[in-house]
């Protein structure tokens, strides 16, 4: 069975960095589309970023330019680096498979809470 294990969240200041990491087993993640997806209270849950098998990557646009979507195949985990954090970068932080309808399939995680405060 699918499974999918975030972890790396944390409390940080603005402006600071997390590295989110998810651990897939039960899926391959590089012949799919990786996501990391969030969801901010009271708000739906929305993707964040993707890492396509070729290496394509695409972003929300407001988190272009400080979050970096990554993977070790060997380790079958994908990776969040995620700097120059913002109070509203404040969520709780899912990853996920994307198939062929543009939708992730896998079971959800916990998810790993990332709080962006002073």
């Known amino acids: 069975q699918v499974q999918l294990v975030e972890s790396g969240g944390g409390m940080v200041q603005p402006g600071g960095s997390l590295r989110l990491s998810c651990k897939a087993s039960?899926?391959?993640?590089?012949?799919?589309?990786a996501g990391w997806y969030r969801q901010a209270p009271g708000k739906q849950r929305e993707l964040v970023a993707s890492l396509s098998s070729n290496g394509n990557t695409n972003y929300l646009d407001s988190v272009k330019g400080r979050f970096t979507i990554s993977s070790d195949t060997a380790k079958n985990t994908v990776y969040l680096e995620m700097n120059s954090l913002k109070p509203e970068d404040t969520a709780v932080y899912y990853c996920?498979?994307?198939?062929?309808?543009?939708?992730?399939?896998?079971?959800w995680g916990q998810g790993t809470q990332v709080t962006v405060s002073s």
């Open positions: 996920n498979v994307i198939g062929g309808s543009g939708t992730a399939f896998a079971p």
């Open positions: 039960g899926i391959i993640f590089s012949i799919y589309i």
